[in-house]
C-alpha cells in the first residue's frame, strides 16, 4: 500500500514511528520493533511513552520500557495483552507498516549511572518486567562493569518465559557482545504455576539462598552485589523489602546506591 493510500485509510499520527516487525510469543504476550527517530537518544534501561490514537481522537500513551539496547538502529518493546485494556486490547492488533505514537523523551532509574560500582548485578523481573533488562543485557557497559550480571526472570508458566529464554540464548552469538557475555551471564528463570528446572518467587529464592546455591554464588551483600527491579507495584515492594535485609540501599540517577526500582512498569489493566 502506498503512503498515500494508507492516509486515506487513518490520519497519519502524531510523533508516529513505523512498526518494522511482530512477534507474538503467546495469547498473554507479543513483542514489536519499530524505527527509532534520528534526534533520539536513550540510555539502555530507559522508558518512552508510546500509543495509539484513542476513541476521542487523543493520544491514549502509557510508559514502556525500550526493550533494545541504545546502540540499536530500531526500537523494541515487549508488552502484555489485556482483552478490554484501554491500550494493548488495540496495541496487540498492530502489523508491519502501522504507526504507533512515541514521545522521544527517554526516563528512567534502571540505568547504570544510577548504581555505585559492585561486582555482580542482579536483574529482577516480572512477566513483561524483563524488557528493561532486555535492553541492559545487550549493553556493553554491563559487562564492563560487571564480572558477573544475573537474569532472574519469574513467569507463571514456561511459555511466559519464551521471549527471555531466547533473547539470552541469541546473546552468545551476539557478534559485538557474544564474547563479552561468556562467561558473565548467568539466567535463573522461575515458574510459579508449570513444572519447570526452578520453581518459585524471586522473593522465596532470595531469602531461602536457593539462588545462591543454585549458581554457586555467596549470599548478596551490599560490598559487591548491585540489583536492578521491574514487575509490578506489590512485586517491586517486596524485592525491596528483602534486599534492604540484605543491606542495600535504594538509589537513584541523583544519588547512587547498591539498587534501583523501576516505578513506571506497565501491568494489568492496559
Known sequence: ????????????????????SVTHWNDSLFSFRVTRPQSLRFRSGEFVMIGLLGDNGRPLLRAYSIASPAWDDEL???SI???NGPLTSR???????????LRPKPVGTLVHDALLP????????TGTGIAPFASLMREPETYEKYDQVIMMHTCRTQSELEYGRQLVE???????????????????????????????????????????????LPQMNAN?????????LAFNVDVKAVLESFGLREGANSEPREFVVEKAFVGEGV
Request: proline share 5%; aromatic share 6%.
Open 224 to 232: 559487591d552485589d548491585r540489583a536492578m527491579i521491574c514487575g509490578s
Open 170 to 216: 541469541s546473546l552468545r552469538e551476539d557478534p559485538l557482545i557474544g564474547e563479552m557475555v561468556e562467561g558473565k551471564l548467568l539466567y535463573y528463570p522461575t515458574t510459579t504455576r508449570e513444572e519447570s528446572a526452578h520453581m518459585g518467587r524471586i522473593t522465596d529464592n532470595l531469602t531461602s539462598g536457593k539462588v545462591f546455591s543454585d549458581l554457586g
Open 1 to 20: 500500500m502506498s503512503d498515500t493510500a494508507r492516509q486515506t485509510v487513518k490520519p497519519h499520527l502524531p510523533d508516529a514511528q513505523t512498526v518494522t
Open 81 to 83: 495483552k489485556v482483552p
Open 91 to 101: 496495541l496487540q492488533h498492530i502489523k508491519t507498516g502501522d504507526e504507533i505514537i
Open 118 to 125: 559492585g561486582k555482580r548485578i542482579w536483574f529482577l523481573a
Open 76 to 78: 523494541e518493546f515487549y
